[in-house]
């Protein structure tokens, strides 16, 4: 009998094969399952901390946050710091510049002090040389007397020489009174009231002693200033002394002049250069320095007592060359620097200042 032949691919080895890739299956089932536990318990402990690591990565950006708002504040705080910082150097600059303002108009009006000092010594010195003068004068030559409403008054050291005398008359409104609440008041009375004021009636009849005594060989002009120069008798040009009638006729002019606005002292010094030929002896009446320079300002502001001493000094500067100036000056509440200035163009233009007193002439 024949032998079958062998071959390896019999049922009993795919018998074994099968089961044997059971078993290995089976193997890899449960060491998977094992896997699955242990990886299971692995990464339970590892979920914990990556919580734990997202919860700290929360609170970080809680806190980012906040530092970002801190931040913001602080940069906000910071740059209104700087602003109250520029600011306050501001404030420190303004201050440095109106001390040294300060310290400026302190030394001013130290200097100021000093030199109306001297000039006070000055003026004494001068009223000694007066009274030396008179006492040695013979009588009728310097004095000259007056007899008025008032006691006989002498004026000493009135220099009404020359060929040519001009006589500014101050006919603004403080003219109508020693105090400016008494020429407010007066001011709003009606013409007759007004013309019978005291110190304006005690300047027409000053203008008249004048013309009293007036040389009678020379020629002389009057004019009359407040905001504006006019002469008293609208005529621009020298008159003869010795005509009787001219004279009647500024004293009825005087006696009828109305006074009123500002002080405008620069167009009364402009007018006295402006006459040709020019004048050698000029008699100023006024009451008071200047409020106003040569325009009529368009609104009405107080003029402060640094403003008007400006004015004055610029306006004493129009006045002729080598021309004495006398002044009789009328007596004007609240302005003391009046009298220095007066006093001091007198003596630098070589005339005479002289204070009226209430019962003159």
Not at 60 to 85: H, I, P, Q, W
Not at 124 to 143: F, H, M, N, T, W
Not at 255 to 275: D, E, R, V
Request: proline share 5%.
């Amino acid at each position: 009998m024949a032998r079958r032949p062998f071959t390896v691919f019999s049922l009993s080895f795919l018998d074994c094969i099968c089961c044997g890739f059971g078993a290995v299956i089976l193997l890899f089932v449960l060491m998977n399952a094992r896997a699955t536990e242990s990886r299971e318990e692995l990464t339970k402990d590892l979920r914990g901390e990556v919580s734990k690591v997202e919860i700290e990565i929360l609170k970080m950006e809680k806190e980012k946050v906040l530092a970002r708002n801190a931040l913001d504040e602080v940069v906000d705080e910071l740059a209104k710091t700087e602003g109250l910082s520029r600011e306050l150097v501001n404030t420190i600059e303004k201050s440095k510049e109106e001390l040294a303002k300060q310290e400026g108009d302190t030394l001013a009006q130290v200097e100021h002090v000093n030199q109306l000092k001297a000039d006070l010594l000055s003026l004494e010195e001068g009223i000694k040389r007066l009274k030396a003068g008179a006492e040695s004068e013979e009588p009728g030559e310097a004095p000259v007397s007056f007899a008025g409403d008032g006691q006989r008054q002498y004026l000493t050291g009135l220099k009404l020489k020359g060929q040519r005398t001009l006589i500014l008359v101050d006919r603004s409104g403080s003219m109508l009174a020693e105090t400016v609440v008494d020429a407010l008041r007066i001011r709003n009375l009606p013409e007759e009231e007004r013309l019978q004021a005291p110190k304006w009636r005690q300047l027409q009849k000053t203008v008249e002693w004048l013309m009293a005594k007036l040389p009678m060989e020379g020629q002389y002009h009057v004019a009359s200033y407040a905001q504006t120069t006019e002469p008293l008798l609208g005529r621009k040009e020298w008159w003869d002394a010795a005509d009787p009638s001219l004279r009647k006729e500024l004293v009825e002019r005087i006696q009828t002049l109305q006074a009123a606005g500002g002080t405008s002292l620069i167009n009364a010094t402009l007018y006295a250069a402006s006459m040709s030929p020019p004048p050698d002896n000029i008699v100023l009446l006024a009451d008071g320095l200047p409020t106003m320079g040569r325009a009529v300002p368009t609104l009405r502001r107080p003029v402060g007592g640094r403003r008007r001493w400006g004015l004055f000094q610029e306006a004493v500067g129009q006045f002729p060359e080598a021309v004495p100036i006398n002044t009789l000056l009328f007596y004007m509440e609240g302005d003391p620097m009046a009298a220095v200035g007066y006093w001091r163009l007198a003596l630098d233009s070589r005339g005479s200042f002289l204070t009226v007193a209430e019962d003159w002439p």
